[in-house]
């Protein structure tokens, strides 16, 4: 059974870097074919996939939020991370980390309320 589990501060200043962790547990995160993704979903709006990284390190950006956006991972303790950086309130949201084996999503994390607050 695969797991995630996301992991990281709720609230964050403006400004600031938002800074989440996905663990992966049931499966590799450098297992052929599968991507990575980081999804968010803010009040009263829908999901929105954020980026992927996929099981060779290739990263992929959604591109309203790719210059402040970036997605690593770390192979040895099979965890995949997020920063966001300069965030406002717009920033708002539970983020989500989910794999993606293609055609869906297959397996999500409960997700993380991250609220942007001073």
């Known amino acids: 059974q695969v797991q995630l589990q996301e992991s990281g501060p709720g609230l964050v200043k403006p400004s600031q870097t938002l800074s989440l962790t996905c663990t992966v547990s049931?499966?590799?995160?450098?297992?052929?074919?599968?991507?990575w993704s980081w999804i968010r979903q803010s009040p009263g709006k829908g999901l929105e996939w954020m980026g992927l990284?996929?099981?060779?390190?290739?990263?992929y950006y959604r591109t309203s939020l790719k210059s402040r956006t970036s997605i690593s991972r770390d192979t040895s303790n099979n965890q995949f991370s997020l920063e966001l950086t300069s965030v406002t309130p717009e920033d708002t949201a539970v983020y989500y980390c989910?794999?993606?084996?293609?055609?869906?999503?297959?397996?999500w994390g409960q997700g993380t309320q991250v609220t942007v607050s001073s």
């Open positions: 989910a794999r993606d084996n293609g055609l869906m999503y297959d397996y």
């Open positions: 049931g499966d590799r995160i450098t297992t052929s074919y599968y991507g």
């Open positions: 990284i996929d099981s060779e390190g290739s990263t």
